[in-house]
């Protein structure tokens, strides 16, 4: 079944350190997409891509990196400099043009230690 | 002003009754419109989408939306316990080619037994 995967479901975080989560997709979209949940809010959009080896900063890059080197990849790199990194990470992917919907992966909970 | 609104809930309806949940948008250009359901501690799933004016009913679903009021609605009728959930309004950032979704910070529905 086609679908989107991330990895790890929970993943703890050390002050000052990096930490990568993982988004992989069978479904042959083109866009792909990043966004970060806190309670209470609605989805804020970290970086978006539409095609290999090109993505775009969204409203809340800031300590934030990703990369896209595959059409089915977009892994996110939480960095030392993001201070508040607790939330939950949500990577999305759609045909653009066609007007539908994101679907979205299962979602990672990052948690500072 | 938030770019979609949604009033935050919890919206509380008994079960079998209809549940109304609305959501309304600032950009007047804005081509599509989805309503997501997203359980505690889940990801987003799509439930309904609409691109024209009027009403569009799937199963126990109607959304409908009024663009000269920008707001979008979503009816739930014979309401069920597993009903209840968050209920996200994204709407297509203006005609942005890059295929973005503005994200209303969702409304909490309870359906009582």
């Known amino acids: 079944d086609g679908g989107i995967t991330q990895s790890p479901k929970y993943l703890f975080r050390k002050e000052g350190q990096n930490v990568t989560l993982s988004c992989e997709q069978n479904l042959n979209h083109d866009a792909m997409y990043w966004y970060r949940q806190d309670p209470g809010q609605g989805l804020r959009l970290i970086y978006y891509s539409q095609i290999v080896n090109d993505f775009q900063k969204g409203d809340i890059a800031e300590g934030y990196s990703v990369s896209r080197e595959k059409k089915e990849s977009f892994p996110l790199t939480v960095t030392s400099a993001q201070k508040n990194p607790t939330a939950f990470y949500l990577c999305?992917?759609?045909?653009?043009?066609?007007?539908?919907?994101?679907?979205f992966g299962s979602g990672t909970r990052l948690t500072v230690v | 002003q938030k770019e979609v609104e949604q009033n935050s809930g919890p919206l509380s309806v008994p079960e079998g009754a209809i549940a109304s949940l609305n959501c309304t948008y600032s950009d007047r250009v804005s081509q599509s419109f989805f309503w997501y359901r997203q359980y505690s501690g889940k990801s987003p799933e799509l439930i309904m989408s609409?691109?024209s004016n009027g009403d569009k009913e799937d199963g126990r679903f109607t959304a409908q939306l009024n663009k000269a009021s920008q707001y979008v609605s979503l009816l739930i009728r014979d309401s069920q316990p597993s009903d209840s959930a968050t209920y996200l309004c994204a709407v297509t950032r203006g005609r942005d080619s890059n295929y973005q979704l503005i994200w209303g910070a969702g409304t909490k529905l309870i359906i009582k037994p």
């Open positions: 999305a992917s759609t045909v653009p043009g066609r007007g539908g919907g994101y679907t």
């Open positions: 609409i691109y």
